[in-house]
């Protein structure tokens, strides 16, 4: 199984390559795959590449979904 997880652009370091939070955590990721980001976007990583934009509702519902499986298996997701 494979898993795309909704982080925020915090930092764009060079054309090609950015800071994202990922609940807190910050990664350097590829943004080689989309166009038209910015800081304070959200994007879809997975394996170290952001693989398109997101809206905010969206990436916001998503993350309460990953806080809710989270809660519910007392953290062990």
Not at 35 to 63: C, M, P, Q
Request: proline content about 1%; glycine content about 8%.
């Amino acid at each position: 199984m494979c898993l795309a997880i909704p982080a925020r652009i915090e930092r764009i370091t060079d054309g090609e390559t950015a800071i994202v939070n990922l609940d807190g955590v910050r990664k350097s990721i590829s943004l080689a795959l989309v166009d038209n980001v910015a800081v304070g976007d959200y994007v879809i990583v997975h394996v170290g590449f952001a693989l398109n934009k997101l809206d905010i509702d969206e990436a916001d519902r998503t993350l309460a979904l990953f806080a809710q499986i989270d809660e519910s298996t007392g953290g062990a997701a």
